[in-house]
């Protein structure tokens, strides 16, 4: 789909590989970028020598690229950057200021190159430049929905990095825009794009300020509903429901002999979930899937990791 274009990833960590990777999965040639001595620290360095999970999850976000590493302070660093870039439609950029210039991929220089279009990452526009995920989320407010019913001490971050993954698709999406506003004007084009910003921007229809202003916290997604939520089974799997439409909430009731009528799935109260809960939790995950099999019931078996 995207076959002939040529993206010059000069990122790391998850947003901007994770960006590159979209292109790449779409068709076009992704070149990552890397300081033979200070690789992508998902690979090497403080990420990778405390949790060697970040290895892995740099290669499932640049197996599909070609990467290239060399000497950053050599004499010829400059040239061979310079040269990739004059070869490609699109950069994506997270340097520092400092190795921006060294390199010549300031604003300016980019724009000697040609119609060429960049995107560069950063943490926020109005708020502090050094944040992780977590802080992104916290800022933005959206955390606020994952404490909003937790009393313990200690409370684990959200399942996935859902910031970083937002961003990484709103920056391929403006990569997109970008290389076609540079085809179609033949100019440079260079825009910035903001961890922060982005949370605030891809998660906020789900959790609006007049939802907030409501203080509704709990909703369909999150657990509100009995026929919209995860329950435990007799060998300690779990079923996760997810019948909300009245032909799968008639179906579920009638194959599990659920006592909660069709009238009952939209209700909050404990004994709703009690009701619905009392009954996978004396079925084995292989029953409930037998049970399911060749029915469409909106129900789905979530294995724990052993």
């Not at 300016?108 to 430049?129: M, R």
Request: glycine share 6%; proline share 4%; hydrophobic share 45%.
């Amino acid at each position: 789909m995207l076959e002939g274009l040529r993206i010059i990833d000069l990122t790391h960590r998850l947003p901007g590989p994770l960006a590159g990777k979209i292109l790449a999965d779409l068709g076009a040639e992704v070149i990552k970028v890397e300081d033979e001595k200070h690789k992508d620290p998902f690979l090497s360095g403080m990420f990778s020598d405390f949790d060697k999970s970040f290895e892995s999850l740099y290669g499932e976000l640049n197996r599909r690229k070609r990467v290239l590493r060399f000497d950053f302070k050599a004499a010829d660093a400059r040239a061979r950057i310079h040269a990739l870039v004059k070869s490609a439609d699109g950069v994506l950029l997270s340097l520092s200021p400092k190795l921006k210039g060294s390199l010549g991929l300031s604003a300016e220089e980019l724009k000697g190159v040609g119609p060429i279009a960049v995107v560069e990452l950063e943490a926020s526009s109005t708020h502090n430049k050094a944040m992780h995920d977590l802080n992104a989320l916290a800022i933005s407010g959206f955390l606020s929905l994952h404490v909003a019913h937790e009393e313990g001490q200690i409370v684990a971050p959200p399942f996935l990095p859902v910031a970083g993954i937002a961003f990484g698709q709103q920056v391929a999406t403006q990569m997109l825009a970008n290389i076609i506003h540079a085809k179609k004007n033949n100019t440079f084009v260079n825009t910035v794009s903001y961890l922060h910003d982005t949370a605030e921007l891809i998660l906020s229809p789900f959790w609006s300020e007049d939802l907030r202003s409501q203080k509704k916290t709990k909703f369909l997604h999150n657990g509100a509903y009995p026929c919209y939520s995860l329950y435990r089974t007799l060998d300690g799997q779990y079923v996760a429901v997810a019948a909300v439409e009245d032909k799968f909430w008639t179906d579920l009731i009638a194959t599990f002999g659920i006592g909660l009528p069709l009238e009952r799935r939209f209700e909050t109260k404990e004994d709703a979930f009690e009701t619905v809960a009392n009954v996978f939790a004396k079925l084995h995950a292989d029953e409930i899937e037998s049970k399911a099999r060749d029915k469409e019931l909106c129900i789905s078996i979530v294995r724990k990791i052993s």
